[in-house]
């Protein structure tokens, strides 16, 4: 099976674009404030309309208001919510959009117990804990923790990088890869070289 890569935190129209042209699959749009990568929604809808055909644009929200993820989906064509905070089983039903539920893995979670309880989910992405960082950390999690055997997709993300990207494929045999600060210049600007770099070695991976 081929592993599928979403690259998430873009900011602008050019690097969106060149990620879906060098084949990714999804490029991921932050609309947390807090976070460097956060994006208003003129800047979305810009970088959506520019997508070729076939890319799939999946929308951040961190414990967000139902109004605020309402307003995004009204004017920004998302095909998929990634939920990346708290929120329980029946806030992410809420929205007529497939959505990914994010687990902040720490030794003692149990993933298997969390997919049963999101199991509406299109796939959980399993990201590295951190005390006061919502992702995109550079941070990478214990893989030993994630089950052989899970009744969801698992995206893995967290400290991915293309000098770790064959491994983890090879090691964990995830549905996707979920990369952001691993591809960049500097938060929420992307690295065309890093990117084709990461792509690569994901390639390498899946023929291992």
């Known amino acids: ?20 042209k060098l ?5 991921g749009l932050v609309f947390y404030p807090p976070s460097p990568r956060n994006v208003t929604i003129a800047q979305a809808q810009a970088i959506v309309k520019a997508l070729p055909a076939f890319t799939t644009v999946v929308g951040l929200f961190v414990d967000a208001p139902r109004t605020q993820i309402d307003e ?3 004017n920004v064509s998302l095909d998929c919510i990634q ?3 708290d929120e329980s089983p029946d806030a992410c039903a809420l929205y007529a959009k497939p959505y990914i539920k994010a687990i902040r893995v720490q030794n003692d979670t149990d993933i298997n117990a969390l997919a049963a ?3 509406a989910a299109a796939g959980l ?15 990478a999690f214990d893989w030993t923790l994630i089950p052989k055997h899970c009744a969801l997709p698992i995206i893995l993300a967290g400290g991915l990088e ?17 990369v952001s600060s691993g591809v960049e210049i500097t938060k929420g600007i ?19």
């Open 117 to 119: 309880d999101y199991h």
């Open 23 to 27: 084949g990714v699959d999804a490029v």
């Open 83 to 85: 939920f990346h905070g």
């Open 72 to 74: 995004v989906l009204a």
């Open 190 to 208: 992307k690295d065309g070289a890093k990117m084709t770099a990461f792509l690569k070695e994901v390639n390498e991976g899946d023929k291992s």
């Open 162 to 178: 293309s000098s770790n990207a064959k491994e983890a494929i090879q090691q964990c045999r995830p549905y996707a890869l979920d």
């Open 125 to 139: 992405l399993l990201d590295a804990y951190h005390p006061d960082a919502k992702g995109g950390t550079g941070l």
């Open 1 to 20: 099976m081929r592993t599928r890569v979403k690259i998430c935190g873009f900011t602008r129209v050019e690097e969106a674009v060149l990620a879906a």
